[in-house]
């Protein structure tokens, strides 16, 4: 389970979040990134070391309640697995909201992995590997803040660029 943290743990957490200026932007995680292309938070509660991915805290603190292990953080907008926008804002949808890992295999299914039209940067073409490797490019584009230049480069660094 995960628990919403605490001021000071949101607060840090929040240094390692880039959002986009556009009311649909995905708000990206610049912070540490696993294996699995999603990013990793370290967290310290009650003397203990924890690491979380970013995407299902910034979840359990949008519904500000715990998250249960059996929850499952989907990307339902923008696939982005650094993405941690689990806010409406403006009217416009979260990219990141609680389903289940059935749901999250049938929106895999229906989106083609792809995460729909909202993001010109689709991520299905990838494999595993390739999904690391553009989630740290992403992550190095935005390190010092919004740069969409930079960002286009990292995410256009694709081997099939007629995609875009
Ligand atoms: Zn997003």
Redesign the pocket.
């Known amino acids: 389970m995960l628990e919403p943290g605490n001021a000071a743990e949101v607060a840090r957490f929040f240094r390692y979040v880039v959002k986009g200026p556009g009311p649909q932007d995905?708000w990206w995680w610049v912070g540490a990134v696993g294996n699995d292309s999603y990013g990793r938070y370290w967290l310290s509660r009650n003397g203990r070391q924890r690491v979380v991915r970013p995407h299902r805290y910034a979840l359990a603190l949008a519904l500000d309640r715990p998250l249960e292990d059996h929850e499952v953080a989907l990307?339902q907008?923008?696939d982005?697995p650094i993405?941690v926008?689990a806010w409406e804002a403006l009217g416009r949808r979260a990219?990141v909201v609680a389903g289940t890992q059935s749901e999250n295999l049938a929106g895999m299914g229906a989106k083609g992995r792809g995460g729909g039209k909202a993001q010109p940067w689709r991520w299905r073409e990838f494999d595993r590997a390739g999904r690391v490797a553009r989630s740290r490019r992403a992550r190095e584009a935005l390190r010092h803040g919004w740069d969409e230049e930079a960002l286009r480069k990292a995410l256009w660094h694709s081997r099939d660029p007629t995609l875009f």
């Open positions: 995905c990307h907008v923008c982005n993405c926008r990219h």
